[in-house]
C-alpha cells in the first residue's frame, strides 16, 4: 500500500481493467481529454520487461484506482488494540 501511495504521489494511476501503472507523458498535453475518459499517449509500466513502454490507449476514468488509504498504527494512549487476545 505504501508503494501504491508513492506511486500515486508520483501521477502514476492503477488501470483496474488492465492490471497496469499509467501515467501521462510529456506529450500528454496533445490527448483528447473528454468528461470521462482520455485517449492519447501514456506511458505504462511493464512488469515483465521491469521498464515503462508508450502506449496509445482510451483510459476510462473510472477505471483508475482512487488514492490507496494508508491505515495509520494506533497512537500512543490508544487502548482500542491493547488487551485484545488477552484474558
Given amino acids: 500500500m505504501l ?3 508513492e506511486l500515486f504521489s508520483r501521477d502514476w ?3 483496474k481493467d ?4 499509467v501515467t501521462r507523458t510529456p506529450d500528454s498535453n496533445k490527448n483528447e481529454v473528454g468528461r470521462s475518459c482520455e485517449r492519447g499517449v501514456f506511458w505504462v509500466f511493464d512488469p515483465l520487461l521491469w521498464k ?3 502506449k496509445h ?3 476510462d476514468y ?3 484506482e482512487e488514492r490507496p488509504v494508508i491505515p495509520t498504527p494506533p497512537q ?3 487502548t482500542t488494540a491493547q488487551g485484545q487476545g488477552q484474558r
Avoid at 488492465?18 to 501503472?21: G, L, Q, V
Wanted: glycine share 4%; no cysteine; aromatic share 14%.
Fill in 62 to 64: 473510472s477505471s483508475l
Fill in 57 to 59: 490507449l482510451t483510459l
Fill in 18 to 21: 488492465e492490471k497496469f501503472w
Fill in 52 to 54: 515503462k513502454t508508450i
Fill in 3 to 5: 508503494a501504491a501511495s
Fill in 13 to 15: 494511476r492503477y488501470h
Fill in 76 to 78: 500512543n494512549g490508544d
